[in-house]
């Protein structure tokens, strides 16, 4: 029996839909890439004043034209397209596009996906298969393009580390120091880290160095650099339990407060307590940690304590009293800020990925080549970091008023003046 093979005017509606939408990047580029070449065109006939074939005016400009050059490829962000440049000779200054520069061969949008790309985990050696599956088989890209971009990098990196900070406004200031291995090294070199709180709630890298370890000279070295370039005093730091970022800041910032990290301090802490006990631990530490007021904070400490003295984890209690100042310095700062202040979380996020790629990518063959790379990374993750609760409160701080358990003790000078006003 013979099939009815007849498509309804619906059916052949939808593969003609259908058509179109799978060929719709092609159609895409074929646009952009006419554009270009018409825009291309338009720029001869003005830089010479006149359309092609047109007879030469004795008033116009010199030059005529001089055929085209070879086939262009330029990647976008759509794909790569192919262009043909205009040539022209006797002109009184050569001919520079503005459209598409000489030597040019992809636009700043690509330009700026590479480096992300390569930071974010794509080694060199898969690269280039990578992005001409993105942007096609024409793309004029290659694995020395990364090699092009470390130099870049490095370049940026030198200039980075020597602008003033004048203009800027430091209120709280995270430092941290983060161990990584590269290729060749036998031992973990450390990358001191500073990142900073502005007054608008923005946060900002502020220094990244190389160091072999986390010692006073190397946290000096650097805290004078960015005293020498402007920083101001903060209002609050924080850092882990390393005892060379405390020494360091008491020679340079000796009046910025001193908060230590509770996640350092609690995973220090567990350490001291056995695997069945841990999770009843965290607990009560964590009661510590979100205590509400001071006083409160002191209480959930002397429970934990009791706590771990009744399962003879004698250290474990010890050092839950070491530093304790340090430990709850947030609570003179506002509430709101608790959130953000209580740990070193801003710096070791970040760096979880970058741990991840000299592991796995191996592409570090020592740590000081790797410095500009990795805090290339930071600045990509810059973007990301959110601002600070309550960015109005910041002022205060600035100003030196007084908290007690996140409340401030009194009015703000500018509340105080609005009140006498009205009063008068």
């Known amino acids: 029996m013979k099939q009815n093979t007849r498509q309804t005017p619906t ?52 030059g005529y034209r001089n055929g085209y050059g070879k086939d262009r490829h330029l990647s976008t962000s759509i794909g790569t397209v192919s262009v043909r440049r205009p040539r022209v000779r006797n002109t009184e200054e050569p001919f520079v596009s503005r459209v598409l520069p000489l030597f040019r061969r992809r636009t700043k949008e690509i330009g700026q996906l590479l480096p992300q790309l390569y930071l974010h985990g794509l080694s060199s050696g898969d690269f280039e298969l990578a992005m001409r599956g993105l942007l096609g088989e024409g793309a004029p890209l290659s694995a020395s393009s990364i ?8 370049a940026e990196f030198i200039t980075w580390k020597q602008r003033s900070l004048t203009d800027k406004e430091i209120v709280y200031v995270w430092v941290d120091g983060i161990y990584v291995k590269a290729g060749l090294e036998k031992e973990k070199a450390a990358l001191l880290v500073v990142i900073g709180a502005l007054a608008d709630g923005s946060k900002e890298v502020l220094a990244v160095e190389c160091g072999q370890r986390e010692s006073e000279a190397g946290w000096s070295s650097i805290l004078r650099d960015l005293k020498a370039r402007g920083m101001n005093c903060p209002g609050l730091v924080m850092g882990d339990g390393h005892l060379g970022i405390w020494s360091a800041l008491a020679n340079v910032y000796p009046d910025a407060c001193e908060q230590r990290c509770w996640n350092h301090r609690m995973r220090n802490v567990l350490d001291c307590v056995g695997k069945k006990r841990q999770g009843e631990a965290k607990e009560l530490l964590r009661k510590v940690m979100y205590a509400p007021t001071g006083k409160e904070a002191e209480a959930a400490k002397k429970v934990f304590c009791e706590w771990a003295r009744s399962y003879q984890y004698e250290k474990a209690a010890a050092l839950l009293d070491v530093d304790w100042d340090r430990m709850i310095a947030y609570y003179s700062f506002p509430k709101e800020h608790w959130k953000h202040l209580r740990t070193t979380n801003i710096i070791e996020s970040p760096f979880a990925s970058v741990r991840l790629r000299t592991a ?21 993750a810059e973007q990301t970091f959110r601002k600070l609760n309550a960015p109005h409160l910041l002022s205060h701080v600035m100003a030196g008023l007084r908290y007690e358990d996140g409340e401030l003790i009194g009015q703000p000078p500018s509340e105080r003046a609005a009140e006498r006003r009205l009063a008068a």
Do not use: H
């Open 147 to 154: 090699a092009r971009l470390r130099d870049c990098w490095t």
């Open 360 to 380: 796995a990518s191996k592409r570090y063959k020592r740590v000081a080549g790797a410095t500009a790379m990795i805090w290339k990374l930071l600045l990509v």
């Open 11 to 62: 059916t052949e509606k939808q593969n003609a839909t259908s058509v179109v939408y799978e060929q719709i990047e092609g159609f895409a580029r074929l646009a952009v890439q006419k554009l270009l070449q018409q825009v291309l065109v338009e720029e001869v006939e003005t830089l010479l004043g006149r359309v092609r074939s047109e007879r030469r005016d004795p008033d116009s400009p010199p």
